[in-house]
């Protein structure tokens, strides 16, 4: 498998419970924001995305919300299951600038 | 659509030898990306082509050539590889690079020795 996450913090949630991961971001600027799921050995695969023009924003069973004030996102994932066991992590966009990506969370789902 | 592709999936190199990871897409995306991830850290920018014939450097470019010449394949050139581009590799593509998703290939595992 790949060696990326080694480091990373770990939640661990209970099969069936919801899960939160959270995200600080850096630049007041960014407008554009995106969750990543990456499982072992894939590429990241995108979740859901959310513009600064809104605070909330739902997708199937996952959540994102942005706090501009405080500069932190948080992607919500409903009645976690098995399969949602990945790293996650957190890309911001300003215009005219390229994706800055996290260093993301591992998400582990217990039976 | 086949999405993003990438070969090889792995590669082992000495340091000093040079090779190419191929990237290629068949959504006729514009933007096209090259990034490196390593342990404990988010993906980073090598560099970047906002269309056919134009790349530009991204965050850490130092040691990796790049070029465009069609809108579906964007090759990374490492000129002499180092054990410090031991690295996993992704490519990634968007419509455009303002405000899109962009979607990843399945990467390239990369070892220098």
């Known amino acids: 498998g790949e060696s990326v996450g080694l480091h990373l913090p770990t939640l661990s949630v209970q099969e069936g419970d919801n899960s939160i991961i959270n995200c600080a971001y850096s630049?007041?600027?960014?407008?554009?924001f995106i969750w990543y799921k990456q499982e072992s050995g894939k590429g990241p695969q995108f979740i859901i995305d959310?513009?600064?023009?809104?605070d909330k924003r739902q997708g199937q069973r996952v959540t994102v919300l942005l706090n501009k004030t405080v500069k932190h996102l948080s992607l919500q994932i409903a009645a976690t299951q098995p399969g949602d066991s990945a790293v996650y992590f957190c890309?911001?966009?300003?215009?005219?600038?390229?994706?800055?990506f996290g260093p993301g969370t591992r998400l582990s789902v217990l039976p | 659509n086949a999405g993003v592709t990438q070969t090889p999936k792995f590669q082992v190199l000495k340091t000093g030898q040079s090779m190419t990871l191929q990237c290629a897409q068949d959504?006729?995306?514009?933007?096209m990306s090259w990034y490196r991830q390593d342990p404990g850290m988010g993906l980073r920018l090598i560099h970047y082509?906002?269309?056919?014939?134009?790349?530009d450097q991204g965050e850490v470019p130092n040691g990796y050539n790049v070029s465009r010449s069609t809108t579906e394949d964007f090759p990374l050139r490492l000129l002499s590889a180092a054990p410090s581009q031991t690295s996993v590799y992704f490519c990634?593509?968007?419509?455009?690079?303002?405000?899109?998703?962009?979607?990843f290939g399945p990467g390239t595992r990369l070892t220098v020795t």
């Open positions: 990634a593509s968007s419509y455009n690079g303002d405000s899109y998703e962009q979607y």
């Open positions: 630049n007041s600027a960014s407008d554009y």
């Open positions: 959504m006729n995306h514009e933007y």
């Open positions: 959310i513009r600064s023009n809104m």
């Open positions: 890309a911001e966009k300003a215009p005219r600038q390229n994706f800055v």
């Open positions: 082509s906002v269309g056919a014939g134009i790349t």
